[in-house]
């Protein structure tokens, strides 16, 4: 029972990462990303190829959050011929491409049977000390990073991409440079999923193209949307409510004896539901945005 929760902790403070980099891009500038899972790809990945080579795992987050930069400048720069709505199917099919290129390059990153035998991020401790002690540091991680990301939302920076979301023409007419608001929030919200993704490939030991799924993606905007988009809070309520549901079922099955396949349609039916009855009577999340109105 203690390593369950200390588990489902761990998954929650890794997706609540992943979700508070998502948010920097959906919930702030209102950019429609749906291949956000592959900067957290590129951070596991460059974690295990990092360690692979010998490397340590200082220097495979670094690389995988350089690299993931380096990708969402190039996604931020699509936006200068595409719409809205266009730019979120590119970013989809930027993340399809780089799964696609994960399965097949044996060279790189093992092909389909992806890369195993990561070393653990605390090696000088094991069993349960040693789970007690990553899920400390991944909540940690957590606190500063929606520390970071609610200071960020209070600043300049946050009400200018508020504005270039709601107003984008009023943005323009008021100086801002619109594609280098999107390019730093796409930029900055890539480092914080890809430190997520380093820390899964640590915690799990391993990294394949199954990390890159759409629809690990659209889980994050599962619990955006749950929570309320754009407001920090809300982000970290959805993460829990979503990975609360996820380990509410094995104690459903235990309880009521069920098997497996019922219990995959079970967890997809809770979280659906949650999100159904959260887009019919709080269309805005559980915890809405805040904005500041004029009189």
């Known amino acids: 029972m203690f390593d369950f929760l200390i588990a489902s902790v761990t998954f929650a403070g890794i997706y609540a990462l992943m979700a508070l980099g998502l948010n920097l891009q959906a919930g702030l500038a209102g950019l429609l990303n749906f291949g956000h899972i592959a ?13 692979e080579a010998g490397a340590g795992p200082l220097v495979g987050a670094a690389c995988g959050i350089v ?60 069993g349960r000390a040693g789970a007690l002690a990553f899920a400390a540091l991944v909540v940690a991680l957590v606190a500063l990073g929606a ?23 009023l943005a323009a007419c008021m100086g801002y440079d619109l594609m280098a608001l999107k390019t730093r929030a796409v930029m900055s919200g890539a480092a914080v999923t890809a430190l997520a993704g380093s820390l899964y490939a640590h915690y799990m030991s391993f990294v394949g193209p199954d990390y890159l799924l ?20 809300g982000v970290v309520l959805g993460v829990a409510l979503v990975q609360g549901a996820y380990a509410l079922v094995p104690f459903a099955k235990d309880a009521f004896g069920f098997g497996s396949d019922v219990a995959g349609a079970l967890r997809l039916g809770l979280i659906g539901f949650i999100l159904l009855a959260c887009l ?3 269309s805005e999340g559980l915890l809405p945005e805040k904005v500041r109105k004029m009189s």
């Open 214 to 233: 759409a629809a690990e993606t659209f889980l994050l905007w599962t619990m955006l949307m749950i929570g309320g988009l754009g407001n920090v809070a």
């Open 147 to 169: 520390w970071l990301c609610a200071r960020l939302a209070a600043g300049r920076y946050g009400r200018a991409l508020r504005v270039m979301r709601e107003e984008p023409r």
């Open 39 to 51: 900067f957290a790809g590129i951070g596991a990945y460059a974690t295990g190829i990092a360690i």
């Open 67 to 126: 690299a993931a930069m380096a990708l969402g400048w190039a996604i931020a720069r699509l936006g200068r011929q595409l719409a809205a709505d266009y730019w979120g199917i590119a970013t989809l099919a930027v993340a399809e491409i780089l799964r696609t290129v994960a399965t097949n390059e044996l060279w790189l990153t093992n092909g389909a049977q992806g890369i195993g035998g990561i070393t653990p991020l605390l090696p000088w401790l094991s």
């Open 280 to 282: 019919m009577w709080r």
